[in-house]
DNA sequence: CGCTAGTATATAGATACTCGATATATTGAT
DNA sequence: ATCAATATATCGAGTATCTATATACTAGCG
């Protein structure tokens, strides 16, 4: 099994997708959390869209790279925390690294 | 001057232009050669497409980020070969720094 | 010499994605 | 009470990408 877990047809898996991947990567997070983080880590470069970020999360959960459950604790708001599935995570690795040949010259 | 260079109004500058210019950081080459690069260093995992990847070395000519000048060898075939410009290549370098952020944990 | 495969750039229609705006609702601060 | 921040979500318009197609040159083969 070498081969990445969904075939990329290309490139487009996009970066908004690889960031997301990675950002989860490092645990799980709800959606908001992971806009602010992105932002953070990029210092700036990267600023994140929220109209671009739920509609990707939905597209990922229903690929079955992302799983995301409701928070329902009570007195606290409610979120969707969001966690790596072990195809997620296979998926997740193996970009990072490709991505890594690029970045690290 | 610690902005990048171009404004990036989010994450659209896709994946594609951040692998081709992190490709053309280590030396100018021609687009067919980019694809070649890409899909080697990638592991196969990224995949370009040709038809896609034409337009984007357009664009990002227009942009000011590269600059392509035909080949004019004779008894060589034509082609036509990108260079970074110092523009490019400060975005370049700006893009991979915040990617660096994602990649390595 | 004709055939095929690989090199090399380019464009177009259909599709998919992202942007920016908008909507809703809760929490914390002043 | 009011404002800003948190938190998720959707929609139309604009943009980018995919797939297929087109052109043309080079090298290798029998």
Redesign the pocket.
Request: net charge positive.
């Given at each position: 099994m070498e081969r990445p877990v969904i075939e990329p047809?290309?490139?487009?898996k996009?970066?908004?997708?690889a960031l997301i991947l990675a950002c989860l990567e490092a645990g799980p997070r709800?959606?908001?959390?992971i806009a602010?983080d992105i932002e953070a880590k990029g210092g700036g470069f990267f600023r994140f869209?929220?109209?671009?970020l739920?509609?990707?999360?939905?597209?990922l959960e229903k690929e079955g790279l992302i799983k995301?459950s409701w928070s329902d604790e009570a007195?606290?708001?409610?979120?969707?925390?969001y966690t790596l599935t072990a195809k997620g995570r296979r998926y997740a690795g193996d970009l990072r690294a490709a991505w890594r040949e690029f970045i690290e010259h």
């Open positions: 047809q290309s490139l487009a996009s970066c908004n997708e709800h959606g908001y959390q602010l869209n929220h109209g671009t739920y509609p990707i999360l939905h597209k995301g007195g606290a708001r409610k979120r969707k925390s």
